[in-house]
Structures are given as C-alpha cells and as structure tokens.
C-alpha cells in the first residue's frame, strides 16, 4: 500500500490547515522583527495582536465586546473564574462536574473544594457507559448546586451534551453554568447565548488550529461585575497606567480578569489560524466532517467492534471513538497508520479518529482497509 497525503485524523488533539506551517512562521518572525528593534512599536503591535486575537474569539462565539479575554488554558481560566466569585458564594454548597469531563479540570476543582469550602459533586458514568447521560446530571442538580461545568463535548465519547436541557435546569436551580467547548470550537456551531451561559472556555487548539497556551475565557455581563479575580495587576483596571499604589479598581469589563502583563506570544502565533478559521466554509468542513465519520461507523459496525461514540450525529462531536479488542492492539494499528502516513492515536484499547480539513476521502477508506487488515474483527454478538 502506497503511502497518502490527507491522512490527519487528530483534530480531537491537534487542528491543521494547508498553510499553517507558513503562517506561524511569518507571524513568528514578525514578531521576532518588532520585538528585537531598537524602537517604540513593541507594544502597540503586540496589544494589537492580542485585541484581534480577542475580537476573533468574540465573533466566532457571537460574545459582546468586552467579555473575552485571553488564559494560558482551560484549567487555568477556569480557576481564575472560579476564585472570582463572591466570598462564601460556593462555602457550604455543591459544585458540579461530569466523570467525562477533561480530567484537568476535575484536578482543579477537587483541589479548590476544602480551600473554598465547598463539596465536589461528580457525576459517575452509569456501569458500561461510555459518557454522562444528561438526566443523571440533572438528577445530581439541584438547589444546592452553586456552579456547575458542563462538558460540552467529551474528549473520551465525542457526545455532546444536550446544552439547552441542562442551562435551562440551572437556571432553575440557581445555579451558575458554565461550559468547556474546547472539544468541538470551530466545527460545530456555538453562541454564548443560545442558550445563554455564565462563563465558556476554551482553548485554540483542535478545531481551531491555534497554538498552545492560547486559551480564552468569556463570561457574562451580568456576572462579571460581581466577580473579584484574586490575581490582580496593573491590566486588571480600566487605566493600567494608573501609577498610584493606593488607588486600585476593577475594570467594570471582562478587563478585571487580566493582571500584570499579558502573555502574548500564543494569541500572536495563533491569529492567522484564526483569520484563516474565519474565512473558510464551515458548513462544508461539517459536512466533510460528518461524511468521513459516517464512513469511519460503518466501519466499526462491519467489523463487529464496539462503538464508544453517539451514532446519532445530533449528539457528538466531530470524532469517532472505537473499542479495539486491546490496548496492545491499539499500539499495533497506530504503528501500521503511522507508515502509511495516517495519523491517529489511542487511550488504551479506545482508537479515537477526528476526520477535519486535512484528512481526504481517500486516506479515510485507506485507513479502513488497515483496520480491516488487521486482525481486529469481533465475532458477531
């Protein structure tokens, strides 16, 4: 078997596009060249990067000015939002997490529950589930439930949670909501207000094809003025060049949640992933997407291998996730692919597949024929 172009399945991991190596490189440089002159662009040019950096995740996101800024990742701002809250706002109550959220999070809040006095609440995933079905979550939820983080789209299943179910339970309930998107931004749509949300986060990695460290935060209008981040700094106020050591004050804007000067770099490098995210089809590269997955399906189901994402393409995201029959056998195919230039991964026996912009029709039926080759075919149940 000859070897073929197209074959990028990480999209779950890392996003690509034709000209990505190109254009960090010349943002890079461009960076590098007004950095190291002997003038006094630097920070206009950076700040600038930053600000359409902000204004692109705000476009993408359908977020109203002033309610983005930028984090080094999601386990990051989540903490900054978190410790934001008022004194005694979470002391004595529940916050709530799926067993399926990305396991960085659950670090976080498990090591912030005794300092902010309040209980970690996960829902388990029910015996031989492959996600949190969202009646368990709502059955979790109640009155108690302080802030609650939803899993937009699970990094283990590719299920998408039922966003509207839930936002509508916690509001009733009273609850703070907010939602991690990472793994599906950029491929399917999302708007902050539909439904409306407290806080999002994510990063510009997967779909969006972004760098690392470029991570963002929005919250809502309403909550930010009651939020008091802990890690405050010059560009936490609405005059950072305020030089009076006694006279601090909030931004009355998303600005309150940044400190001392900002990490730009990531937000830099990753613009152009940006500009060119923001200017492609994007119902085609959903199309695409659901047509290379619906192939991907039918494959597993031929092959009698067991299914870890939705079939209902309503309810996931935009990877397939297979049962092989070992982790070892996992190894094995990964290894297989990767001569071939077809590039997957796995989480033990679990091979996960994310068909985007680079993966061809092509490679997808050439990494079929691998996976039919190879050994992993179940005996009908």
Not at 13 to 32: C, L, V, W
Not at 56 to 76: D, G, R, S
Not at 327 to 343: F, S
């Amino acid at each position: 078997m000859s070897s073929h172009s197209g074959g990028y399945f990480l999209y779950h991991s890392i996003g690509q596009y034709p000209d990505k190596s190109t254009d960090f490189a010349s943002a890079m440089s461009e960076f590098a060249s007004v950095w190291g002159r002997a003038d006094d662009d630097q920070w206009a040019y950076l700040l600038s990067r930053r600000a359409e950096f902000i204004d692109l995740w705000c476009k993408l996101i359908a977020a109203p000015e002033k309610t983005v800024t930028t984090c080094e990742n999601v386990t990051q701002g989540l903490h900054m939002l978190v410790t934001s809250l008022p004194d005694n706002y979470l002391r004595g109550r529940k916050v709530l997490v799926a067993a399926d959220c990305f396991p960085s999070n659950h670090f976080l809040l498990s090591g912030l529950q005794e300092r902010l006095g309040f209980t970690l609440e996960t829902v388990k995933l029910r015996q031989g589930a492959s996600w949190v079905e969202d009646e368990d979550m709502i059955a979790k939820w109640d009155r108690d439930v302080a802030l609650a983080l939803v899993t937009w789209v699970s990094s283990t299943s590719s299920r998408k949670a039922d966003m509207e179910a839930l936002t509508a339970h916690g509001r009733a309930m009273g609850s703070i909501v907010g939602v991690d998107i990472t793994q599906a931004a950029g491929l399917l749509p999302f708007a902050v207000d539909a439904p409306a949300v407290d806080f999002v986060l994510s990063t510009s990695l997967k779909w969006m094809c972004g760098a690392p460290g470029a991570g963002m935060l929005y919250v809502r209008p309403e909550l930010i003025g009651s939020c008091q981040p802990q890690l405050r700094g010059w560009f936490s106020q609405d005059d950072p060049f305020n030089w009076d050591i006694d006279r601090f004050a909030y931004a009355s804007d998303i600005r309150r949640f940044d400190n001392g000067t900002p990490s730009i770099v990531a937000a830099a490098a990753t613009v152009p992933a940006l500009r060119w995210h923001a200017q492609i089809d994007k119902a085609g590269l959903l199309a695409h997407n659901r047509a290379l997955t619906g192939q991907l399906i039918a494959a597993a189901d031929d092959l009698h291998l067991g299914l870890v994402t939705p079939r209902d393409e309503a309810h996931r995201g935009g990877s397939v996730m297979i049962r092989l029959p070992s982790g070892d056998a996992a190894l094995r195919l990964i290894a297989q692919l990767r001569q071939q230039q077809l590039y997957a991964d796995n989480r033990g026996a679990i091979l996960r597949l994310s068909p985007g912009h680079m993966t061809s029709a092509d490679a997808t039926e050439s990494l079929i024929g691998l996976l039919q080759d190879s050994g992993c075919r179940q005996a009908p149940a």
